[in-house]
């Protein structure tokens, strides 16, 4: 077997690219666009009476877009389309091949195990699940082309290099091995050179420790429009998780001319916005915000304390270089007659303030997404499945996640499935590790001395100024604690390479050596180039950071789906719990009516309140004839329910004859409708 077909073989973990529809016992092949519309349609055809294919409308390239509607529909139920429901997406970077098969397995499984396990039938028939396999067809499409090139975008035809034409440029198999990697070519202006410990790896040059660039880095290709540049204009366009309206970049030529300007995120947000009974996103991304709860921007319209602006302070009476709750703010704003009689919120003087986008969970939801953060983490320990945390990706600018929770309004949990595992460092007998840090008490921490501490904050990547002197008097002050500094740590970016330290990527070298038997990179091997003359062809084979073998995934893609189906079995619920009626004279009865939420979350999120896209609970009673309302009113509202059996309850007082009967209702489009009759006696 030739070496290119290794590379591409096991690069990807194609053991097979034959096959129709998604079977577990089959696992060795990744779905191309077709084949992900034939597994779904090959699951409405075998569950006609619970599955039903969905076209939402056609990414930029004139593919499809489907979402799969999962729903039972016993006697008496709800309509799927008017009962609780949860979306799953995924794929929407186009590179994440994984997420769609995820998918695909979910897809399968609650299908499967309808009629046979309770937690899944019960879901079924009280909720609705509608999955996307795959978001971004165009760009998952690119994985099955050849030559393989590795890209996130869609299939918009974009005039890159601003020539009037359209995807002109893109990069070229120079050495025919079916792969696009990079070029090097010396240059005595260029910013790169070879990695000291690693050769095969570049890196920067840095001129602040004597360093000198030796080679300029491109893409392998051809300057093919002859405008002096390289493969600046390839096929396609726009990076749909950059491209949702929250937090946009505005001025990325990756993110899109304005949000929402592609075909496949108008479709996703309109089926979102027209579909008001979601009360989840779940979603299989490159994002882990599960690990990673750290969010993006320096806006802080939802955190816990920020700073008002010198010009603002003094005329509400605060001080310039002191941080304040949102609801300080409003109590000041109110206080200083500026509204004009005018209702103040925390929203309206975050705008003010000019505090931009929220980017922070906010403070009420934190409990419950800690809880699903400690239950996932306490999982994977479980299962044994490795997952380098300190490399989780939090929401992005612009994602469909940030989407999701901070516009859309309801909780959102998105996983990556997959990372390049991390070579595992033994540590030394004493040596100071983030595990025993999390079991240690101040009185410890304290005792290990700053040489040590220092020590460990180095070899866990914390930035240069994250020093020990400053931690222990933290700790000492009770300002922190160990257990919080490990949680700190994991979700620290790594601080920039130091002399001496190891390549970033030396890792996935590494692991791409042992796993892939050297097949993973591709050697540097010199090739006369048109008009660059002499280079070398070489570097990652595309696709290899997030794509792996498929067997690699096989434990993940078992345990997240069913991880996933343990979060939808907690959707909110809105349930009539019990009604009384208490006669308080001739015809006069006080009737009281229980509203409770079964569900694990509550009925909205604190953010979706925020946010304005959360309906209050709306409870209606229904008179029959000859009965009249005493006190309370013919509608009332609930603002929300808490989670785990919340209940509030809502009292009137009726005249009516005794042995005549009323409605009591109650409905908010993301839990739908309940009702009861009540007797006067």
Do not use: C
């Amino acid at each position: 077997m030739n070496r290119r077909f290794v590379i591409v073989l096991l690069s990807v973990g194609l053991l097979s690219l034959s096959g129709q529809g998604v079977q577990e016992s089959s696992p060795a092949k990744y779905h191309s666009p077709s084949e992900v519309v034939s597994a779904l349609r090959s699951l409405t055809g075998i569950h006609p009476e619970t599955a039903k294919l969905i076209t939402i409308g056609k990414s930029q390239g004139g593919q499809e877009l489907f979402i799969l509607r999962i729903a039972a529909q016993p006697k008496g139920s709800e309509d799927p389309e008017g009962r609780t429901a949860a979306f799953v997406g995924a794929n929407i970077e186009g590179v994440h091949l994984g997420g769609t098969e995820a998918a695909l397995r979910l897809s399968e499984k609650l299908l499967g195990r309808y009629g046979t396990d309770k937690t899944v039938t019960a879901l079924l028939d009280s909720a609705t699940v509608y999955i996307a396999p795959l978001l971004n067809p165009d760009g998952a499409g690119a994985f099955f082309a050849m030559p393989r090139y590795e890209r996130a975008n869609n299939g918009r035809p974009v005039d890159e290099d601003l020539d009037t034409k359209v995807d002109e440029d893109g990069p070229d198999d120079l050495n025919k091995d079916g792969l696009i990697t990079q070029m090097r070519v010396k240059d005595p202006e260029g910013k790169w050179l070879p990695d000291p410990q690693e050769p095969r790896l570049m890196k920067m040059a840095d001129p602040k420790k004597g360093e000198k660039g030796l080679y300029a880095l491109y893409t392998e290709g051809l300057d093919n429009d002859g405008d002096g540049e390289y493969n600046e204009d390839p096929a396609g366009g726009v990076e749909l998780n950059r491209n949702f309206p929250h937090d946009f970049e505005y001025n990325v030529k990756a993110a899109g001319l304005y949000p929402v300007s592609e075909s496949e995120t108008i479709a996703l947000l309109d089926f979102l916005v027209s579909h008001r009974n979601i009360a989840l996103v779940l979603t299989f991304s490159t994002e882990n915000t599960i690990l990673n709860l750290q969010q993006t921007g320096q806006a802080k319209a939802a955190a816990e304390r920020v700073k008002v602006p010198r010009m603002f302070s003094s005329f509400l009476g605060l001080e310039p270089d002191q941080e304040y709750t949102l609801k300080e703010i409003v109590e000041a704003f109110r206080a200083s007659g500026a509204g004009g009689g005018m209702e103040i919120t925390e929203d309206m003087v975050a705008m003010f303030l000019g505090m931009g986008a929220a980017v922070q969970i906010d403070r009420q939801d934190m409990p419950f997404i800690e809880a699903v953060q400690k239950e996932y983490k306490d999982a994977l320990k479980e299962a044994k499945l490795d997952y380098p945390e300190k490399r989780a990706r939090g929401v992005g600018k612009g994602s469909f996640a940030a989407y999701g929770y901070f516009q859309y309004g309801v909780p959102v949990f998105s996983v990556d499935l997959w990372s390049v595992p991390e070579p595992k460092k033994e540590p030394a007998k004493d040596a100071l590790t983030a595990e025993t840090l999390k079991t240690m008490s101040t009185e410890d921490f304290v005792a290990l001395g700053e040489e040590k501490i220092n020590a460990f904050l180095k070899e866990q990547g914390a930035p240069s100024n994250f020093k020990a002197e400053a931690l222990v008097k933290m700790v000492k002050s009770g300002q922190l604690d160990p257990q919080k500094m490990a949680e700190m740590l994991a979700k620290m970016p790594k601080r920039p390479q130091a002399e001496g330290d190891e390549h970033p990527d030396a890792y996935i070298l590494k692991w791409a050596d042992a796993a892939l038997q050297g097949n993973g990179f591709v050697d540097w091997k010199p090739f006369q180039h048109p008009t660059l003359g002499e280079v070398e062809i070489g570097g990652f084979v595309p696709y290899l950071k997030v794509v792996p073998p498929r067997g690699e995934i096989e434990q993940s893609l078992d345990f997240h789906t069913d991880f996933f189906i343990k979060l939808m079995g907690r959707l909110p619920g809105l349930t009539i719990s019990k009604t009384e009626v208490e006669a308080l004279g001739p015809d006069i009865y006080q009737v009281t009516a229980y509203f409770t939420n079964p569900g694990w979350f509550p009925t909205s999120s604190a953010q979706g309140r925020r946010a304005r896209t959360a309906w209050p609970i709306s409870v209606r009673l229904v008179l029959s004839p000859g009965q009249s309302l005493f006190s309370g009113r013919p509608v009332e509202s609930i603002p929300f329910l808490d989670g785990s059996g919340d209940t509030q309850k809502v009292e009137w007082t009726v005249r009516g004859k005794k042995g005549s009967s009323l409605t009591i209702s109650a409905m908010t489009p993301r839990l739908g409708k309940v009702s009861t009759t009540a007797v006067l006696d």
